[in-house]
């Protein structure tokens, strides 16, 4: 859960909510064939520190006050799509949220050919 202090009070909002922002944004860019699953591993230990199962390839977490998101993706043409993504994602994120993203790691789980 990312809290948000405004002067109107804490704002909280859950991994589940930002998982499917992100992912919603992701799966808009073009290239985008499919979003990939992170290692057994790296899912077990984001279900345990956050109380609930990521989005299929994504994860967001927070440092010093901005989010750090991390998608694994499967798709095409890899030089555009990790632009086009980052920037799509970013946007998004911070218009929904009114927070700032300090990061975005995009991990190309595996090229699908045309």
């Known amino acids: 859960m990312i809290t948000r202090v405004n002067p109107l009070g804490h704002i909280s909002l859950t991994n589940d909510y930002f998982s499917g922002l992100v992912a919603e944004a992701a799966k808009n860019c073009y290239g985008i064939a499919a979003m990939g699953q992170s290692s057994a591993a790296s899912t077990v230990r984001e279900a345990l520190r956050n109380g609930s199962l990521p989005e299929k390839g994504v994860t967001v977490s ?4 901005r989010l750090v998101i991390t998608l694994h993706i499967k ?9 086009s993504i980052t920037h799509r994602v970013k946007d998004e ?4 949220t009114g927070l700032k993203v300090a990061r975005i790691d995009v991990f190309v789980d595996d090229i699908i050919d045309e």
Do not use: C, D, M
Request: negative net charge; charged residues 10%; hydrophobic residues 35%.
């Open 62 to 65: 927070q440092q010093e006050g």
């Open 75 to 83: 798709g095409l043409n890899i030089a555009s799509i990790t632009q």
């Open 93 to 96: 994120v911070e218009h929904a």
